[in-house]
């Protein structure tokens, strides 16, 4: 299995719901990551996980929580979001932690519309 | 996106070369790389190029590199319409971030 695959393709919310996204890989990866990107720009980090550990927080606002339940998951659990939230989000994965070759693959994505 | 940057736009004929190129100015940079993103799709590794080398060839790309310049080029040859994306450089130094350019749109016309 060579793909990071994420879960669902779209998303729509309110402002007051709870919602999750999910992302999978089975290539054995220890750094998972999640990225928000705005039509025609490029991705902005938001959090690394390397050895399931959360290593990078990029300011998110705490609306946002991620969780890595185990080596091959990561979620990213939603509330009370804003309109501007409004994106598609990603998450990657990469064999390797740290410095040097930081080979990142990517999945299709969930875009995400709030109301 | 600081320190990476990329002009916006490339048109190309179907069958000639395209040349996409990126400047940055992390002088500790270790590797380069090329993604490509298609409409409504994730970023998709195309390549990438370790900086003490100067270029890479695979298949129909060729990544040149300049390192004195701090340039970056990637060259698809025999453009084809399944080219049609958009076209993302990026660096790697010694943590987990990647910094992206903006982009560079590539329309491939018949």
């Known amino acids: 299995d060579t793909e990071v695959t994420q879960t669902p393709k779209h998303l729509v919310m309110g402002m007051t719901n709870k919602k999750s996204l999910k992302c999978e890989q089975h290539m054995g990866h220890r750094a998972m990551y999640w990225y928000k990107q705005k039509a025609k720009k490029p991705p902005e980090l938001m959090f690394v996980?390397?050895?399931?550990?959360?290593?990078i927080n990029e300011s998110v606002p705490s609306r946002f929580s991620p969780e890595c339940p185990n080596s091959s998951l990561l979620n990213l659990h939603l509330h009370a979001l804003q309109p501007e939230d409004s994106a598609l989000y990603l998450c990657?994965?990469?064999?390797?932690?740290?410095?040097?070759?930081?080979?990142?693959?990517f999945g299709p994505g969930t875009r995400l519309t709030v109301l | 996106g600081e320190d990476v940057e990329q002009s916006l736009f490339l048109s190309v004929r179907e069958g000639d070369s395209s040349v996409i190129n990126c400047t940055y100015t992390?002088?500790?940079?270790?590797?380069l790389y090329w993604y490509k993103q298609e409409p409504g799709a994730g970023l998709q590794l195309l390549t990438y190029?370790?900086?003490?080398?100067d270029m890479k060839q695979d298949q129909r790309l060729t990544v040149l590199l300049n390192k004195k310049d701090k340039h970056l080029s990637l060259r698809i040859a025999d453009t084809q319409t399944g080219d049609s994306a958009i076209y993302f450089c990026?660096?790697?130094?010694?943590?987990?971030?990647?910094?992206f350019g903006a982009g560079t749109t590539v329309t491939v016309r018949a």
């Open positions: 990657a994965s990469s064999p390797n932690p740290g410095g040097g070759l930081n080979e990142q693959f």
């Open positions: 996980y390397s050895y399931e550990k959360l290593s």
């Open positions: 990026a660096e790697s130094g010694n943590d987990y971030k990647l910094s």
């Open positions: 190029i370790f900086s003490n080398m």
């Open positions: 992390d002088s500790s940079s270790t590797y």
